[in-house]
């Protein structure tokens, strides 16, 4: 079974630019979350889906960050300008939306972005 | 936001040797997950706990859902060099309905002297 795919792994931009993330979950999952994750710290959930919904989008700065999951499938993640605090990995996980399994988190290896 | 206390928040052992790390909270958990991350690359799931009192065990790692439903524990037997990395406990509040929203620990940094 593939697991979640994210592209690009790196990125490099100046701040005021903007940059786009992809992720695409494990086929199945209905749930997709999006993380930042500051070096030396957890995951902080910055956006969670189910399907093509949002269900909690409270920790997302929403003056530069947007996310969309339009099908229900893949995702993105847009930061629109980007700050020099925004330098982190983004973590897109997926999981079933289903009891006993519902919990457990799969997360793809993750977009390690800098900003200069 | 409210995070786990997880403890050690570093450890550094001789390979062969027995390591235990623990997360605590103030709340009571219906989930427990343990991951762990390698650098470069996202959190992998090790165990998932369900009910006050499990003991789930995967190869050389063994993980407890404490009774008071607060704590966890996740014990790696005769480690070895590629358990090197961060360990990171989650949780999951009980009343969460459609939000799988995790509350995450600091990590444990683990390392191993060949």
């Known amino acids: 079974e593939a697991g979640v795919a994210q592209s690009p792994r790196y990125k490099i931009i100046e701040k005021r630019q903007s940059v786009a993330f992809w992720c695409n979950p494990i086929s199945g999952h209905a749930t997709l979350y999006w993380y930042q994750q500051i070096l030396g710290q957890g995951p902080k959930l910055l956006i969670q889906f189910q399907n093509n919904g949002v269900v909690d989008d409270s920790q997302l700065p929403k003056d530069r960050f947007s996310a969309e999951r339009l099908k229900g499938v893949d995702s993105t993640l847009k930061i629109q300008p980007a700050k020099l605090e925004d330098s982190a990995v983004y973590l897109c996980?997926?999981?079933?939306?289903?009891?006993?399994?519902?919990?457990?988190?799969?997360f793809g290896p993750g977009t390690r972005l800098t900003v200069t | 936001g409210q995070q786990l206390n997880q403890s050690p928040q570093s450890m550094f052992i001789q390979e062969g040797e027995d390591v235990s790390m623990n997360c605590t909270s103030s709340?009571?958990?219906?989930?427990w997950l343990w991951y762990k991350q390698d650098p470069g690359e996202g959190p992998v799931l090790l165990i998932a706990l369900y009910k006050a009192g499990e003991l789930t065990s995967n190869g050389r790692l063994t993980a407890q859902f404490g009774i008071t439903r607060k704590d966890s524990f996740l014990n790696i037997s005769a480690s070895i060099p590629s358990d090197v990395g961060i360990y990171f406990c989650a949780g999951q509040l009980p009343n969460a309905g459609n939000n799988r929203k995790l509350i995450w620990g600091l990590g444990t940094s683990l390392g191993v002297n060949p």
């Open positions: 709340s009571i958990f219906n989930t």
């Open positions: 996980a997926s999981s079933l939306n289903s009891l006993g399994g519902a919990y457990e988190q799969y």
